[in-house]
């Protein structure tokens, strides 16, 4: 079957620096997203990455790693409104989103 | 670029009745168009997915009778949810992918209360 992985909550603090992880074994691969979604509102797109390594975004950057079937989004300088869920998909040899089922991330002072 | 609209953003309407939502792509043409349900605190769950001109293909345990969805030009599919009852509210999301690309730009949401 197909499977997306990634932790259910993480705590951080304002100012710091957070890794959320997920792993996926999926039937093919075409690609990897992660989506930032707040509470009460629409996902909203932060990144793609389908080769290895690493794609930087301004304070966000995402990493991966295919062999390994490995994601992981790095948030820097860590502000309150950084407190939200981050989905993590996978796009499938039929150009399907496997969606994992989030990490919610709480940001405190 | 890549603003897809939603209307209603909110709704509320009696048990029984019917009730359209629009999806509109703003400023790309979308050759497929998703819907999503969310419960609270819940996964995105797919519910279908539409091609531009032809019928939607429902995941399963989604009542293609229940939500109707047309999909009748590129920028444009609507989901109805007929006869609704309590248990149809949840927070609708449509969400296009254009073109050229695989990425999905999300609609911000209708969130329907049946009484």
């Known amino acids: 079957g197909q499977n997306i992985d990634q932790p259910t909550e993480m705590t951080a603090t304002e100012g710091a620096i957070v890794q959320i992880n997920c792993t996926y074994q999926?039937?093919?691969?075409?690609?990897l997203f992660w989506y930032q979604q707040h509470a009460g509102e629409a996902p909203t797109f932060l990144s793609y990455?389908?080769l290895d390594g690493l794609e930087e975004k301004g304070r966000f950057s995402s990493f991966l790693s295919r062999s390994k079937g490995y994601s992981y989004l790095l948030l820097k300088e860590l502000q309150m409104k950084d407190s939200a869920s981050y989905l993590c998909?996978?796009?499938?040899?039929?150009?399907?989103?496997?969606w994992g089922a989030g990490t919610k991330l709480i940001i405190k002072p | 670029g890549a603003v897809v609209s939603q209307h209603p953003s909110r709704v509320i309407c009696k048990s029984g009745t019917s009730v359209k939502i629009e999806c509109r792509s703003l400023?790309?043409?979308?050759?497929?168009m998703f819907w999503y349900r969310q419960f609270p605190k819940q996964s995105l769950m797919l519910m279908a997915t539409?091609?531009?001109?032809?019928?939607?293909?429902?995941e399963q345990g989604v009542e293609k009778d229940k939500f109707l969805i047309n999909h009748a030009s590129l920028t444009l599919s609507t989901l109805t949810v007929t006869s609704a009852h309590p248990e149809d509210s949840s927070f609708y999301i449509c969400?296009?992918?254009?073109?050229?690309?695989?990425?999905?730009?999300f609609g911000p949401g209708t969130r329907l209360t049946v009484l």
């Open positions: 969400s296009a992918r254009d073109l050229t690309g695989y990425t999905q730009y």
């Open positions: 400023d790309f043409q979308a050759t497929t």
């Open positions: 539409s091609n531009e001109g032809s019928k939607a293909t429902y």
């Open positions: 999926t039937s093919g691969f075409n690609g």
């Open positions: 990455n389908v």
């Open positions: 998909a996978v796009m499938d040899s039929n150009y399907q989103l496997i």
